[in-house]
């Protein structure tokens, strides 16, 4: 079977919802991954923005943003920031989110904030390279049952120590979350462009729990800026059935994928 | 009620003040946001303003880029899939724009709690991240302890945070329809218009259409923001071009990408705003500018079924200009 990385990101991404889950996707690749499975194994899932639009799959394209008029078509439910983020996700109800992240640390904390020269120097100054922020991915991190995190596999990203922390996976690893009481669950997975990571479950470092069929425990540990440990049941993720291309590939009208 | 219909030229001028905490409405990087106020304010000369904002806009990139503002605090600086907003990059990289990070929900609730006169809001999000340790305000504090403070809940003991309220003096907010009077339907999501509109001390609307108050007399259950809250309405249709007004227009990908070019430089910014801000007094010069073969290409779009129910009750340009000297600003 014949399939891209950008593919085989989103389909691994997809299965990590279960049908009659209450989603939150950002835009983008995650986006796609979201209404993939939707259209795919999740049929009963349902899919909210951060602003509060319910109900709704995208039309004639995958959104230029969260809340434009591709999501807004064919929306059951016009509502706003506090419902969907307060009342739906900081509440607990949601049980899925998926984030992108700029970099990422061994316990699945995310920076998106920025880049610093002396990252090291605690003191805010202007960064070298700003980033987006958070949006609604700090929300989403304290309140969703289980977050899913999308980025490329490069070893810049992949950081003993994040620039900033946005976004909070394990803190400081093991049960360091309990400290802020947040109602949400962490980080499940980080899907990356060569594998799968899932948190150790007590020390909640996280490990290598598959790769690519085209990728390796190598690559992957190479590509990572601390010393990646590998689960003990690791496998290789299964490829992309031609039943999911042919999904993914319907869902993504405006080729996002070709983009890539 | 009064007929509060304002020209854009003179709600600027009325309104706005160097140094004020602005807030502008939806506040969204693709969608509704009052972006004609913005511009309006950039050719009058306003600076040193402290913008509040859900998330960037093109008005946030433009102001940035421009020097209308020195401050920003927003959950998002990015204009999604149109990519990172480079007018704010240079400014924010440069030191010349200090930008405080909250996410979403943190301004959802500090609008709220500025809505009810609040001291603070309890905070279930943010805390244990940098957004709590480091403050853009408060540079050489770390871990910062001012910005989002631990608090104690009196009943469990548990430590929490406490967000800091938000109260804007103006906030001008862009809505689908308004009557003369200030009552406003807005389609699409609303993000916090509703807890922005009675957090700010002056609300100011930017309309894409005027209605008949009948149409709020039909829907009074749609209307979130109604006109005890309201200052002054603006008529001004594709105002939150080129982001889009769901249920009106599209965004304009190609306009949205060339702003956002031209933002990245100041030379960019000067020739975005020869080209682009002076060219306009009024608003059929405005729509002169967008052109009939783009209006009508981001007139067509998947929602404009939503506007149905209301094109009964919409007032013509006539009838606008009718009502523009019935008003108590004429």
Known sequence: MEFTRQEMMAIATGREIRDGDLCIFGVGLSMLAGYFALAYHAPNAKAMTEGGVYGSSPVGGLPWGIEDNRISANATCFSGALDALGFLVASGKCDLGIIGAAQIDKYGNVNTTGFWDKPEDPFFCAPRTRLNGSGGANDIACGVKRVVVMLAHEKKRFAEKVDYLTTPGYLEGGNAREKYHFIGGGPVSVITTLGILRPDPVTKELMIDSYYPFSSIEEMKTNTAWDLKVSPRVSVTPEPTAEELDVLHAVDVTNVLKRK | ?330
């Open chain 2, 1 to 330: 009620m009064p007929n509060k219909l304002i020209k854009l030229r003179d709600a600027v001028s009325k309104y706005t003040r160097d140094g004020m905490v602005y807030c502008s409405g939806a506040g969204l990087p693709v969608g509704s946001d009052s972006l004609v106020f913005g511009k309006e304010m950039l050719c009058q000369g306003r600076k040193d303003i402290h913008y509040l904002t859900h998330c960037c806009s093109q008005q946030v990139n433009l102001f940035c880029a421009a020097g209308v503002c020195n401050k920003v605090e927003a959950a998002f600086s990015g204009l999604e899939v149109y990519g990172f907003a480079n007018g704010v990059r240079r400014a924010v990289e440069s030191g010349k724009v200090v930008w405080e990070d909250w996410s979403n929900l943190s301004m959802s609730l500090r609008f709220l709690g500025g809505a009810l006169r609040w001291p603070f809001v309890p905070a279930t999000v943010n805390i244990g991240s940098d957004m709590q340790y480091r403050s853009a305000f408060n540079p050489d504090e770390y871990p910062c302890k001012t910005k989002i403070p631990d608090i104690t809940d009196p009943f469990t003991g548990k430590v929490y945070g406490a967000l800091p309220v938000a109260r804007p003096e103006l906030a001008v907010i862009h809505v689908t329809m308004a009557d003369v009077e200030g009552n406003a339907i807005f389609l699409g999501t609303e993000w916090s218009r509703f807890e922005l509109a009675r957090a700010a001390d002056q609300v100011i609307l930017q309309a894409d259409f005027i209605v008949d108050t009948d149409c709020m007399r039909q829907y009074p259950n749609l209307v979130r923001i109604p006109d005890l809250l309201v200052e002054a309405v603006i008529p001004w249709q594709l105002g939150a071009w080129p982001q889009c007004s769901v249920g009106v227009y599209d965004s304009d990908a190609e306009h949205m990408a060339a702003m956002n070019k031209m933002l990245g430089t100041a030379e960019g910014t000067q020739e975005f705003r020869k080209n682009f801000i002076d060219v306009w007094q009024t608003h059929e010069e405005y729509m002169a500018l967008i052109g009939n073969d783009k209006i009508e290409k981001i007139m067509n779009n998947a929602t404009t079924h939503l506007m149905d129910p209301y094109r009964k009750w919409i007032k013509s340009d006539p009838e606008i200009a009718t009502l523009m000297t019935q008003s108590i600003f004429a």
